[in-house]
């Protein structure tokens, strides 16, 4: 099993920036991708960024040029940086772990609140 702990989420103003760490533990060999998610009330959970291996990253459209994915495999962690921040980024953000191949699994953290506001 792998257990995902999400932290750095809060309040920050338009503009502003904000950066999430998801600490992995468990089974972490198992670990082929992870990724960061976003749901916003009364909106469906969509990905964020995603980052695959140690290099292979995507990005929604939404937050390309401003939020950067990151891994830190000695820690087990893996980072979103959050810049140029907007109202429409408040949301519960998740961080999600997947095991690829032919069963493959996944695993998500509880979430942690970041709200744009002024």
């Known amino acids: 099993q792998v257990q995902l702990v999400e932290s750095g989420g809060g309040l920050v103003q338009p503009g502003g920036s904000l950066r999430l760490s998801c600490a992995a533990s468990?089974?972490?060999?198992?670990?082929?991708?992870m990724g960061w998610y976003r749901q916003a009330p009364e909106k469906e959970r969509e990905l964020v960024a995603r980052?695959?291996?140690?290099?292979?990253?995507s990005y929604a459209d939404s937050v390309k040029g401003r939020f950067t994915i990151s891994r830190d495999n000695a820690k087990n962690t893996v980072y979103l940086q959050m810049s140029n921040l907007k109202p429409e980024d408040t949301a519960v953000y998740y961080c999600?772990?997947?095991?690829?191949?032919?069963?493959?699994?996944?695993?998500w953290g509880k979430g942690t609140l970041v709200t744009v506001s002024s």
């Open positions: 999600n772990a997947e095991r690829g191949g032919n069963y493959p699994m996944n695993w």
């Open positions: 468990g089974t972490i060999f198992t670990i082929n991708a």
């Open positions: 980052i695959i291996g140690d290099s292979r990253i």
